[in-house]
């Protein structure tokens, strides 16, 4: 009776044992399915952050560019003159604005070398300056 007492103890022993290695195997893998789950969505949270961050960059950039190309419309290029009625053209272009009279831009306007208002329209057939109203400035 005892021997079956303690077949029966053993038995039971080692079958608690075959449960608790079993239920801490599935607790070792649902940690490491868990575990590989967690590092996924990281990796994926990461990538759309990148993601994020990239586009974010690439408005900012575009926006730049455009910033820069208006502030290029803007700044016309004008070129420093000096009027000169013995010349084809009725002026010369000089080196720098300290000898200039006008500034001519590309669409015939003129403006003064310093203080850049706008004098007048260049007429290139007359060579002379129209000037412009000071009620239209």
């Known amino acids: 009776m005892i021997s079956r007492l303690l077949s029966n103890r053993y038995s039971t022993v080692l079958y608690t044992d075959f449960w608790v290695n079993s239920v801490d195997n599935m607790f070792k893998e649902m940690t490491s399915v868990l575990t590989n789950l967690d590092d996924k969505q990281e990796a994926e949270k990461e990538a759309e952050e990148a993601e994020e961050a990239e586009e974010a960059e690439e408005a900012e ?28 053209l009725g002026y010369i272009i000089v080196d720098n604005e300290s000898l200039a009279d006008y500034l001519l831009t590309n669409n015939n306007e003129l403006y003064a070398p310093f203080t850049h208002d706008k004098k007048g329209i260049w007429n290139a057939v007359t060579k002379k300056l129209e000037e412009v109203d000071s009620d239209d400035e």
């Open 61 to 88: 950039e575009a926006e730049e560019a455009e910033e820069a190309e208006d502030n290029d419309s803007e700044q016309t290029e004008a070129l420093p003159i000096k009027l000169n009625k013995k010349t084809e």
